[in-house]
Nanobody, 120 residues
C-alpha cells in the first residue's frame, strides 16, 4: 500500500509565494517520477510539473519561470516552489507518483489534494 500526503497549501496574495510538499510512503521499490497536477473549478485536471528520478523536469507553459519542482529521493519527497503567483493558479493541487511496488509492478498514485487560493 502506498500513500502520498501533501502539505503547504493555503491562501496567498497575487505576486506571493507558496511551497507545496508531498511525501510518499509504504511499499515502494522504485519511484520513476513524481509530479504536481492541479484542478480548478469547472476545469479538467492538468499537469503542472514533473520530475524524474534522474532530475529531468517538465513544466506547463504557464508555470515556466515561476514554479520550480524539486525532489528528495532519499526521503521519497517532491516539492513545488511557486512564486509570482496569479489568481489563475487557484486550484486544488495533487501530488502524483509513478512507482514500482515490486521489481515488475508499477502504478500511478495520487495524494488527496491541497487547496491553493491566490487572492487579495
Amino acid at each position: 500500500q502506498v500513500q502520498l500526503v501533501e502539505s503547504g497549501g493555503g491562501l496567498v496574495q497575487p505576486g506571493g509565494s507558496l511551497r507545496l510538499s508531498c511525501a510518499a510512503s509504504g511499499t515502494i521499490f522504485h519511484i520513476v517520477a513524481m509530479g504536481w497536477y492541479r484542478q480548478a473549478p469547472g476545469k479538467q485536471r492538468e499537469l503542472v510539473a514533473t520530475i524524474t528520478a534522474g532530475g529531468s523536469t517538465n513544466y506547463i507553459d504557464s508555470a515556466k519561470g515561476r514554479f520550480t519542482i524539486s525532489r528528495d529521493n532519499a526521503n521519497n519527497m517532491v516539492f513545488l516552489q511557486m512564486s509570482t503567483m496569479k489568481p489563475e493558479d487557484t486550484a486544488v493541487y495533487y501530488c502524483n507518483a509513478r512507482l514500482y511496488t515490486t521489481f515488475n509492478q508499477w502504478a500511478d498514485y495520487w495524494g488527496q489534494g491541497t487547496q491553493v487560493t491566490v487572492s487579495s
